[in-house]
Every structure is written in structure tokens, then in C-alpha cells.
């Protein structure tokens, strides 16, 4: 846990053979023991951190199945995107966070 206290969006590394999306289904079964379907790509996010760049590649999913339970995180929370920004989000994370908020009634269909 590298930005201990900071709120990130669950998943992780991508490992050889795995697309982003087979990546996020398998590290969101082991991370929240949850299944998930996915439904839209985001804008994917580089970032350069002080000791390393990242790159995020965020994806809009269905909750499927089981039951939420948290193996690797100190807590979970289902917000608005209107209330995203009162979490201390980490800096990678907000390019994720202000996308969702700009364009959530389009990725409902509403517009």
C-alpha cells in the first residue's frame, strides 16, 4: 500500500496474457470477492508519482455476483459522483473521479 490513507479505485497490475479488462474482473474477485461485468472503458490515466509512473486503465462494470467482502483494503464506500471529491483521493485516481462526475448522465444514457 504505497499512499497509505489516500482512496484509490480497486485493481491492479495487469500480468503477462491479460488484457486490462480480464486483469480488472480477476483483481476486483480478489480484492472485493465480488463478480463483475464490464460495460464501458474510461480514459486510461499516466501518472508520475515522485518514485514511479503508473498507468491506470479504469473501466465502468456491473456488481454480478457474491458478496462484497475486503481482503486488501481498510474500507469500502458506494458514493454519488457528486460526493467523489469528499474523499482525499489518491492523485492518479482524480483524472477517474472528475471524468465520472463530467460525463455520468451520458454513461447512463441520459443524454
Known amino acids: 500500500m504505497d499512499l497509505p490513507g489516500l482512496w484509490e479505485f480497486p485493481g491492479g497490475k495487469v500480468e503477462p496474457e491479460e488484457s486490462p479488462a480480464t486483469c480488472l474482473i480477476r483483481e476486483i474477485w480478489e480484492e472485493l470477492s465480488i463478480g463483475i461485468q464490464i460495460c464501458k472503458p ?3 490515466v499516466l501518472h508520475a ?3 514511479k509512473t503508473i498507468q491506470l486503465i479504469p473501466f465502468l462494470a456491473n456488481w454480478e455476483s457474491g458478496t462484497l467482502q475486503l481482503t486488501e483494503h481498510a474500507q469500502s464506500l458506494w458514493l ?10 489518491a492523485p492518479a485516481d ?9 460525463n455520468w448522465d451520458y454513461f447512463l444514457g441520459l443524454t
Open 49 to 51: 508519482y515522485p518514485t
Open 42 to 44: 474510461l480514459t486510461p
Open 94 to 102: 482524480l483524472p477517474i473521479v472528475k471524468e465520472l462526475q463530467e
Open 80 to 89: 454519488s459522483p457528486q460526493d467523489l471529491l469528499s474523499l482525499d483521493w
